[in-house]
């Protein structure tokens, strides 16, 4: 397909396991983000990788958290050691500038829905 | 500190009227607004967005008004469509749109 592609789709993991979230973007688009949405509240932002710049990990809420970009392309977020508190929709997005410049746009994919027991 | 917010959880209105959604933020540093419509079990869908240096975009049957002396955007979509119902997020950024503050949602019910 031609849209950012997410896996798993859904994922139940026992606090204490590290877990894996893959996100294969749009092709040629050299930005490419994750956020998190928690049970009824808006995005929040977790990282930001912009072609082979180093990325901006200002969102990460803990050093649990950490993600890769290989290649340019596809990328893996990491939790480590994980916490109830990490259930929540994992969203990957990508655009194909630093930033859309002149609609801001997002291309989202259908997230990865973590659930830790 | 919640830097934007949508106050209303949800709205409610009927197929042909208007349906105005709500924002409000707290920083002035933020530069550029931007609606995504999200529906379930599906990632959010760009809608339309509006630079500070303007009051007004529009795009087909919505439009964004931004008032920065208030620090308030609204979106409106007229007329409202039952394929419309879907929770509508409001997000700004300074500088790098793709890395946006979200408000938490207004849920939109469009009733036939």
């Known amino acids: 397909g031609a849209g950012v592609s997410q896996s798993p789709s859904n994922k139940v993991t026992e606090k204490g396991k590290d877990v894996e979230l893959r996100c294969d973007p749009i092709?040629?688009?050299?930005?490419l983000y994750w956020y998190r949405q928690s049970l009824g509240q808006g995005l929040e932002f977790l990282i930001y990788?912009?072609?082979?710049?180093?990325?901006?990990k200002s969102g990460l809420p803990s050093d649990r958290f950490s993600a890769e970009r290989t290649g340019g392309s596809v990328s893996t977020l990491t939790i480590q050691r994980t916490q109830q508190e990490d259930s929540a929709v994992y969203l990957c997005?990508?655009?194909?500038?630093?930033?859309?410049?002149?609609?801001?746009?997002?291309?989202f994919g259908e997230g990865s829905r973590l659930t830790v027991l | 500190d919640q830097q934007v917010k949508q106050n209303s959880p949800s709205l409610s209105v009927q197929e042909g009227r208007i349906s105005i959604l709500n924002c409000d933020y707290t920083?002035?540093?933020?530069?550029?607004f931007l609606w995504y419509k999200k529906y379930p079990a599906e990632g959010p869908t760009f809608l339309i967005s509006?630079?500070?240096?303007?009051d007004k975009n529009e795009d087909g049957r919505f439009t964004v008004f931004l008032n920065k002396s208030a620090k308030h955007l609204s979106l409106h979509i007229v007329p409202s469509q039952p394929g419309d119902s879907a929770v509508y997020f409001c997000?700004?950024?300074?500088?790098?749109?793709?890395?946006?503050?979200f408000g938490d949602g207004t849920t939109l019910t469009v009733k036939p």
């Open positions: 997005a990508s655009s194909p500038q630093p930033y859309t410049a002149n609609t801001g746009e997002l291309f």
């Open positions: 997000a700004a950024s300074n500088g790098n749109a793709g890395k946006s503050t």
């Open positions: 092709s040629g688009h050299t930005a």
């Open positions: 920083n002035s540093m933020f530069d550029y």
């Open positions: 990788f912009q072609g082979n710049s180093a990325p901006d």
């Open positions: 509006i630079s500070s240096i303007k």
